[in-house]
């Protein structure tokens, strides 16, 4: 997803946007650009490909800047579309989607203007800079041009001859930020965490005023405003690999401590304000997308096992346009590792206007979905760089079981305590090792299936999604028994499957589908606690977990299927941290 770094102040601008550039790499992009405001000019870098072409740029004069990472939406991959665009004396970058930018583009060319590139974004350019002819304020100018816009836009502008970044937000986060040099902006703090003191998340609707004399705010009838700008602690700086060689091995290594920490995070939710919503709670919403989507399917599978509440979950994206039905007493649970993805956020916003309670269970503390949410538990992953999600998926299952406990509890009925599970992991994590001999089997595959029933289907189908975004691959995750109603059709000997089976009412079951494909010639790989399905002349390779109660059997099971689409990913030479056309936080629709 694209990402946005200003910097105003005492320092040279250059150095601190590229270094700003370079931590929002993580989240996926396709080309990037700076430019430096040299008082009556604006000297622009943009380049095709990684913030590292920008070098040149780095010795570039000007103490006043805006940078950019783009991640394409409107207009190919390429050096004219990249941002910072400019029109007349405005130059400015945009992250989201200006929805009706042709209308105004076309209005801008009958004026007799030239646009330099095919994207949405220059048309903000072209209005700010007739605005800016009339007001002589970038403020008011800015403020002009976003009454027009519908969509969505984080933008920081700069003008020939001003010394300020004027930003403005709607529904596309962008942070202010204080440091002893100067003042920041940024859509992800940690572009600035290592530089800024302070910082304030721009509610939608907001301006800033980056000048030398600091951050100045503004509501959305340009009021002045004064907000409460929060500590900026050093842990939400990037963090590093270390030993390892790519963020999503460090990551998946994390996942113990991630499930430890989360657990030991949580409130005492029996003892909380959210525990009469619990037991108020008649029916249970999940909206989600993605890997936060799988982990929704868990919490259903746990919820209606144990706390007997209907529960449906919903991909965020389909919710927001199927005019959801929300009964009374319906708590809407949106479940978000960045807090930032347009789809689940919209959905959000929609269930609170259909009369739902809303919970968020996001892993970054000042996130959008955070402030939406009327009650919200944090999962402590850390930060999660690689844009496959790990650690983060299993941190939502501690979250989501513990949830689901109190559910229970406030029925008066029992289930297995979450606590173990941490200790679990590391024995999983231990164990599963020996994936990465699996990995010649996947190299070469046509496609591959992850099989399951119940809990296993919801492991396997995060477990598709992992090998297929980082290795490219085919890949689908599929309930075990409904196989044989056409896709075994695709079953050969070029189709490896996986097959995860932890529960013993279902094992024999889905051991019918296993000998359903092994009859056709793929090669099948299990994820089991159960030594015996090991030794079965069927399975290739198997890995053992420990047993634990079968509807928490995901935050396990998942963690060889994390693993093995690493190392294919690795084996087809790819970057398991960046893979292609992939953001980690979507912020469009
Ligand atoms: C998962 O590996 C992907 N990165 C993606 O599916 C992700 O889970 C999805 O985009 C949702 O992101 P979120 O959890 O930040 O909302």
């Avoid at 951050?215 to 009021?223: G, K, M, N």
């Avoid at 919903?314 to 708590?331: G, K, M, N, Q, W």
């Avoid at 595959?445 to 099989?451: D, E, I, K, T, W």
Wanted: aromatic residues 6%.
């Amino acid at each position: 997803m694209c990402g946005i770094v200003g910097y105003l102040g005492e320092e040279r601008a250059a150095p601190v946007l590229l270094d700003g550039l370079e931590k929002l790499e993580y989240r996926g992009y396709d080309s990037a650009g700076v430019a430096l405001w040299q008082d009556k000019k604006i000297a622009v870098v943009r380049r095709k490909g990684r913030v590292c072409e920008l070098v040149c740029a780095r010795s570039l004069a000007g103490n006043a800047g805006v940078g950019h990472t783009r991640w394409a939406t409107h207009g190919a991959p390429s050096e004219r579309n990249a941002h910072p665009h400019r029109f007349g004396a405005v130059c400015l970058v945009h992250n989201g989607i200006l929805e009706n930018a042709a209308a105004l583009k076309e209005e801008c060319l009958a004026r007799g203007e030239v646009f330099s590139s095919d994207t949405d974004s220059e048309v903000a350019a072209h209005l700010m800079n007739a605005f800016l002819a009339e007001e002589s304020d970038l403020l008011r100018a800015v403020k002009r041009a976003c009454e027009l816009l519908s969509g969505s836009y984080a933008f920081a502008v700069l003008a020939e001859g001003r010394e300020e970044i004027v930003c403005a937000r709607m529904h596309s986060p962008l942070v202010v930020a204080r440091g002893t040099d100067g003042v920041f902006a940024a859509s992800d703090l940690c572009a600035v965490a290592a530089e800024g003191r302070s910082a304030y998340v721009l509610e939608d609707g907001e301006f800033a005023r980056l000048t030398k004399e600091g951050a100045e705010l503004f509501d959305s009838a340009l009021r002045p405003v004064e907000r409460t700008f929060f500590a900026l602690a050093a842990q939400q700086a990037a963090p590093e690999k270390g030993s390892f060689a790519h963020f999503m091995r460090k990551e998946i290594e994390e996942v113990p401590s991630a499930i430890e920490n989360t657990l030991s995070g949580l409130p005492d939710l029996l003892n909380s304000h959210l525990y009469e919503v619990l037991c108020q709670t008649e029916y249970l919403h999940i909206v989600a997308c993605g890997t936060a989507y799988h982990s929704g399917l868990c919490m259903k599978a746990v919820v209606e096992k144990f706390a007997r509440v209907p529960t449906q979950v919903f991909v965020a994206s389909e919710y927001r346009y199927c005019d959801p039905i929300v009964p009374e007493h319906t708590l809407t649970v949106a479940i978000s590792q960045s807090g930032e993805t347009a789809d689940t956020l919209a959905a959000a916003q929609l269930a609170l206007e259909r009369g739902s309670r809303l919970l968020a269970v996001t892993n970054v503390e000042h996130s959008s979905l955070n402030r939406l949410a009327q009650h919200v538990l944090p999962t402590r992953a850390g930060r999660e760089v690689a844009v496959a999600a790990t650690k983060s998926f299993n941190a939502q299952l501690a979250v989501l079981y513990s949830l689901a406990a109190a559910l229970a509890a406030g029925r008066g009925r029992r289930v297995p305590s979450p606590a173990a599970l941490a200790v679990l992991a590391r024995e999983t994590l231990c164990a599963s090792g020996r994936v990465a001999a699996w990995t010649p089997y996947f190299q070469g595959a046509r496609s591959v299936f992850f099989l399951g029933r119940g809990a296993d289907r919801c492991a396997a189908l995060e477990g598709s999604l992992k090998l297929k975004e980082i290795s490219y691959l085919p890949s689908e995750g599929y309930a075990a028994g409904e196989l044989k109603h056409g896709t075994l059709a695709l079953v050969d000997g070029a189709t490896p499957v996986v097959a995860v089976i932890t529960d013993p009412q279902l094992a024999d079951k889905t051991m019918n589908a296993v000998h359903e494909v092994y009859a056709r010639g793929a090669a099948v790989f299990l994820v089991t606690p159960f030594e015996e399905l090991c030794a079965a002349q069927e399975v290739t390779a198997s890995v053992r977990i420990p047993r634990c109660e079968p509807a928490y059997s995901p935050i396990l099971s998942v963690i060889p299927l994390q693993l093995l689409a690493y190392h294919v990913s690795l084996a087809l030479g790819h970057d398991p941290d960046k893979p292609r056309n992939l953001a980690k936080s979507v912020t469009v629709e």
